[in-house]
């Protein structure tokens, strides 16, 4: 079975941009979950999706947003960057939907260079 | 505010002893936790989960102890071999949400 797929690997932007990552789950599964990793704040949530709704939302600010289509597939957007913005940005995927399934499996991450 | 702590930053083992790797909570409400490891340019790899209904879990090398009343966990890796060599990531989740909290990690470097 495939893993969790992220594109692109790499991105290079400028302050002002806005930039749109996309993720393809594990064949299967219907959570999607994306994350932002950072030397200084860690790995920290962004949302999740499940049935293309939005199910949980971490604190990031308006500019941070996501969509799930039918398929499974999330993209996230990323408005107006700004140089802190600058992160691995993680995508997991989980069977979640069935009682008591709570791994997360990540795909490699897009890194993202705001100048 | 840190709901998820790992305090050690960095742990050293020599190859064929045991590992051990400490996490913290905070908010009583979790009740899942997983075990990560993360190689450079890579995603988090899930190793291995407990249910806050069990206070062991082991799965091969590995194996999570939790204790509820002092909300640790603890992963043991025995024995050590050098592909352990990775940053470990303890994570939390409340009530079957996928919105998962991470601690800080641990570089684990396993010495031959």
């Known amino acids: 079975k495939a893993g969790v797929t992220q594109t692109p690997r790499y991105l290079i932007k400028t302050r002002g941009q806005q930039v749109t990552l996309s993720c393809s789950p594990i064949?299967?599964?219907?959570?999607v979950s994306w994350y932002q990793q950072t030397p200084g704040q860690g790995l920290q949530f962004l949302f999740e999706?499940?049935?293309?709704?939005?199910?949980n939302k971490g604190n990031f600010p308006g500019r941070f947003s996501g969509r799930q289509f039918s398929n499974s597939r999330s993209e996230m957007n990323v408005s107006t960057l700004e140089l802190g913005d600058s992160a691995l940005y993680l995508c997991?995927?989980?069977?979640?939907?069935?009682?008591?399934?709570?791994?997360?499996?990540f795909g490699p991450g897009t890194r993202l260079t705001v100048l | 505010d840190q709901q998820v702590k790992q305090n050690s930053p960095s742990l050293s083992v020599q190859e064929g002893r045991i590992s051990i790797l400490n996490c913290d909570y905070t908010?009583?409400?979790?009740?899942?936790f997983l075990w990560y490891k993360k190689y450079p340019a890579e995603g988090p790899t899930f190793l291995i989960s407990?249910?806050?209904?069990?206070d062991k879990n082991e799965d091969g090398r590995f194996t999570v102890f939790l204790n509820k009343s002092a909300k640790h966990l603890s992963l043991h890796i025995v024995p050590s071999q050098p592909g352990d060599s990775a940053v470990y990531f303890c994570?939390?989740?409340?009530?079957?949400?996928?919105?998962?909290?991470f601690g800080q990690g641990t570089r684990l470097t396993i010495n031959p």
């Open positions: 997991a995927s989980s069977a979640q939907g069935l009682a008591g399934i709570n791994e997360q499996f």
């Open positions: 064949s299967g599964h219907r959570s």
């Open positions: 999706y499940f049935s293309e709704t939005q199910r």
């Open positions: 994570a939390a989740s409340a009530e079957g949400a996928q919105k998962l909290v």
């Open positions: 908010n009583s409400m979790f009740d899942y």
């Open positions: 407990i249910s806050s209904i069990k």
